[in-house]
């Protein structure tokens, strides 16, 4: 499990892992980044580089990399498997004490990984890297995240930090617990919340992508707070039955009224647009409950099928084949 172990060579101290999905435009600057923070680590360090199935020229540059520099390691994924897998196959090949996983669009600075190791060093197991200002960033991508997180703290028993992405460091023994979690529906920074340890905070500003388009495009973004939410929070089914408790009360109140309308009023036949209004409002309640419930069913099928989370194509890097089975 240990890469650099396995080999019989020291393993780093530090480990960093960048996913990386169609991301050409950048890894340049990015290497050139990277390699000046591994000079600045106060100790040995290497960069993992995953590769979530690019289409573009992103891996021929970086088996390149790997190839040439000893400190730099590629592992390729059969195909996309987004970014949130993506993160967990590095992680699961990271070999260092302290474990960093940031952004490859350089919206996560190298040089703040400085600040967090620093922390880390102080004792806490866990360092979030937390955004203070937010360039380049939609009104839109802010104003959704901040409700997004606000409405999550309210839904679940887990304390997932505000304004965190996955830009942080975390020490082995919360790395470890991290590879025990197979969980296939993955909302890593909230299984990071969920595990405990002591936790601290880094701030930073966070810039705008340095090349490139976002790779998160809306509806990923709506699949990854929904993710968060059914993840960690059976408060949604529990809507269902308030739901339905209130609707059935609703139900009895205008019963109640019919018998009465019926015993005391004559000629009452029209009433044709309360029941179609009634029949249509509680067919959409329905539907979306069932959807609801759905959501849990489909997470449940896709936990037990027990498929690993991810399939490596190739490494490039690693001194020998590493054991990373995701189970
Ligand atoms: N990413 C990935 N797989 C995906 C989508 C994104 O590995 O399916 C990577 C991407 O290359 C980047 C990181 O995840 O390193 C964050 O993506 P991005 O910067 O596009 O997200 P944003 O900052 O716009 O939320
Ligand atoms: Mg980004």
């Known amino acids: 499990m240990n890469a650099g172990n396995a080999a019989g060579r020291k393993a780093p101290v530090y480990s960093l892992v960048i996913p990386i999905f169609n991301e050409e435009a950048v890894l340049p600057l990015l290497v050139r980044r990277i390699n000046a923070l591994l000079d600045k680590l106060d100790d040995s360090a290497e960069a993992i580089f995953v590769d979530d199935g690019s289409r573009d020229t992103s891996v021929i540059f970086l088996r390149g990399m790997a190839a040439s520099d000893p400190r730099f390691r590629l592992i390729e994924l059969s195909r996309n498997f987004g970014h949130q897998i993506a993160i967990t196959a590095g992680m699961d090949a990271a070999a260092g004490d302290a474990v960093v996983v940031m952004d490859a669009d350089l919206q996560d600075p190298p040089e703040v990984v400085l600040d967090l190791v620093a922390k880390w060093k102080e004792g806490y197991e866990i360092v979030y890297a937390r955004r203070t200002k ?87 973004m709506v699949r990854l707070a929904v993710h968060g939410v059914i993840g960690f929070s059976d408060k949604p089914l529990r809507l269902a039955l308030w739901a339905g408790l209130a609707v059935s009360g609703f139900a009895a109140l205008l019963g109640v009224f019919a018998l009465f309308s019926w015993l005391f009023a004559s000629g009452i036949v029209h009433g044709w647009t309360s029941t179609v209004v009634i029949i249509s409002f509680l067919s959409g309640i329905n539907l979306f409950m069932t959807g609801i419930v759905g959501l849990y069913v489909g997470g449940i099928h896709a936990e037990v099928k027990r498929r690993p989370l991810y399939v490596i194509d190739r490494l490039t890097g690693f001194e020998e084949a590493v054991n990373m089975a995701a189970e």
Do not use: H, N
């Not at 679940?156 to 505000?162: G, Y």
């Not at 529906?185 to 976002?214: I, N």
């Open 134 to 220: 937010r360039e380049g960033e939609t009104l839109f991508k802010r104003v959704s995240a901040s409700l997004f997180y606000r409405a999550l703290e309210q839904m679940t028993s887990v304390t997932i930090p505000r304004d965190v992405g996955d830009f942080r460091l975390v020490g082995r023994k919360a790395l470890d617990t991290f590879k025990q979690m197979p969980e296939r529906d993955r909302f890593v920074r909230g299984m990071f919340g969920w595990m405990g340890f002591k936790q601290t905070a880094v701030s930073f500003e966070r810039p705008e992508r340095a090349a490139g388009e976002t790779k998160y495009p809306f509806w990923k």
